[in-house]
């Protein structure tokens, strides 16, 4: 057998250049780890799914995704929180006119706000706790919310002949 001088026969050298793209390819996926899908450098991890994102697909330390599974709750978070709010504020004035203090109203008004405000920044925490799991182990576009065909039923259909213009 004729070898080179390197002491690789020809079919390793091909062999061994041809490795050589994984191993720098390699690198690119590790330090990728830390870049938005978009391959933009990392700016901060999403509050909720916790993958790395670029200033322009974050908003409000959310990325888009998470955002738009968060405000499909966000409805009933707002009114469970103020609902408490105006509950907690009611029942503090109350407490304070059976106390005869004057100033009953005005505390109960600056507790309401309050109270519904803190209220809702924890439900918004939990629901992200809540979601955390799903939206981390899946990728793309979130499923389409299930409709209540009571509330929107289906569009009465046209009978033949009728054309609906007048």
Not at 41 to 57: D, F, G, K, L, Y
Not at 76 to 104: D, M, N, Q, R, Y
Request: hydrophobic share 45%.
């Amino acid at each position: 057998m004729d070898e080179p001088p390197g002491g690789l026969a020809a079919h390793d050298r091909v062999s061994e250049v041809s490795l050589a793209g994984p191993f720098r390819s390699q690198a690119y996926i590790e330090r990728s780890a830390e870049r938005c899908f978009c391959d933009a450098a990392m700016v901060r991890r999403c509050r909720c799914c916790r993958r790395p994102r670029c200033a322009a697909h974050l908003a409000r330390r959310l990325c888009d995704r998470c955002g738009q599974a968060l405000a499909r709750r966000r409805g009933g978070l707002s009114a469970i929180a103020w609902t408490l709010g105006v509950v907690a504020g009611a029942l503090t004035a109350l407490a304070l006119l059976v106390a005869h203090l004057t100033s009953a109203v005005v505390v109960g008004l600056v507790v309401a706000p309050v109270v519904g405000v803190v209220v809702y920044r924890a439900l918004v925490a939990r629901a992200i706790k809540q979601l955390r799991p799903t939206l981390a182990t899946t990728v793309g576009e979130l499923p389409a919310p299930e409709r209540t065909f009571d509330e929107f039923p289906a569009a009465p259909r046209a009978r033949a002949g009728v054309t609906g213009l007048v």
